[in-house]
C-alpha cells in the first residue's frame, strides 16, 4: 500500500500545545483519521477529517490538511499528562477488488508529557 | 456508541496449536477487519470482510485465515502457530466502505 509517515517520538511539557505531523501519498484518500493508543489498549477513534477541507477543531484538537503538500497535523491545546499515547495517523479507504476497505496507518507517535 | 469486543486481552499458546480469535460487534456493520501490530511496523492488515461468507486477503494473509458466518462476528484463525505470530492483534469495523473503522481493545498473543 501506500506509505503514511510519522515521526516516531514527541515530547512536551504539561500546559504546553502538541503537534503530531503525518505526511500520506495517496491523494485519493477520502478521509484522514487520527487514532489514539493508550498503553496495553486498542485504538480509539479521536478525529477524522474528509479530504475537502482544511481545517477541524474539536475542542482541544485541532486538525489541519494540506492537501497539495500531502501533509495532515494534530494538534494538541493545553497538553495533559493524560494525553500521553500513541497517535496514530491513517488514509483511506483504499478500495480492493472493488469491494471492502481498509485504512493506511502510520506507524505512530509516541506522545511523552511531562509535568 | 459502537461496541467492538474480542474474546480474550492475553492468550499464549504454543507452536503448532490452532488458536481462534474472535471479535463481534453489535452496530450492524457490514465490514470487519483484522490487523496486527507490532513496534516499528505499525498496523498492518491481515484480512476483511465486507459480508457474511465473504474475505479477502489483506497485506499479510499468510499464515492466517478468517471466518465470518454471522454478521456481528468474524474470526481469526492461525492454523498452527508460530513464533513470528506472537503479536497484538487488533479487530476493527465499520458500517460502509466509507465509514469509520471502530476498534476492539486488542488481544495479545504469545506463541512459545
Known amino acids: 500500500g501506500e506509505d503514511v509517515e510519522q515521526s516516531l517520538f514527541l515530547s512536551v511539557r504539561e500546559g504546553d500545545s502538541s503537534v503530531i505531523n503525518c505526511t500520506y501519498t495517496?491523494?485519493?484518500?477520502?478521509?484522514l483519521y487520527w487514532y489514539k493508543q493508550e498503553p496495553g489498549a486498542g485504538l480509539q477513534l479521536l478525529t477524522y477529517?474528509?479530504?475537502?477541507?482544511d481545517m477541524k477543531q474539536d475542542q482541544r484538537l485541532t486538525v489541519l490538511l494540506n492537501k497539495k503538500d500531502k501533509h495532515l497535523s494534530l494538534r494538541i491545546a493545553d497538553t495533559q499528562t493524560g494525553d500521553s499515547a500513541i497517535y496514530f495517523c491513517?488514509?483511506?479507504?483504499?478500495?480492493?477488488?472493488?469491494?471492502?476497505?481498509?485504512?493506511?496507518f502510520g506507524k505512530g507517535t509516541s506522545l511523552l508529557v511531562t509535568p | 456508541d459502537v461496541k467492538v469486543t474480542q474474546s480474550s486481552r492475553y492468550l499464549v499458546k504454543r507452536t503448532g496449536e490452532k488458536v481462534f480469535l474472535e471479535c463481534v460487534q453489535d452496530?450492524?456493520?457490514?465490514?470487519m477487519f483484522w490487523y496486527r501490530q507490532d513496534p516499528g511496523l505499525g498496523l498492518r492488515l491481515i484480512y476483511f470482510?465486507?459480508?457474511?461468507?465473504?474475505?479477502e486477503k489483506g497485506d499479510i494473509p499468510e499464515g492466517y485465515s478468517v471466518s465470518r458466518e454471522k454478521k456481528e462476528r468474524f474470526s481469526l484463525i492461525l492454523e498452527s502457530a508460530s513464533t513470528n505470530q506472537t503479536s497484538m492483534y487488533l479487530c476493527?469495523?465499520?458500517?460502509?466502505?466509507?465509514?469509520?473503522?471502530?476498534f476492539g481493545p486488542g488481544t495479545r498473543l504469545t506463541v512459545l
Open positions: 476493527a469495523s465499520s458500517r460502509t466502505g466509507t465509514d469509520t473503522q471502530y
Open positions: 495517496d491523494s485519493s484518500s477520502t478521509y
Open positions: 477529517i474528509f479530504s475537502n477541507m
Open positions: 491513517a488514509e483511506g479507504p483504499r478500495g480492493r477488488s472493488n469491494s471492502g476497505y481498509a485504512l493506511n
Open positions: 452496530m450492524d456493520h457490514e465490514n
Open positions: 470482510s465486507y459480508d457474511v461468507k465473504m474475505k
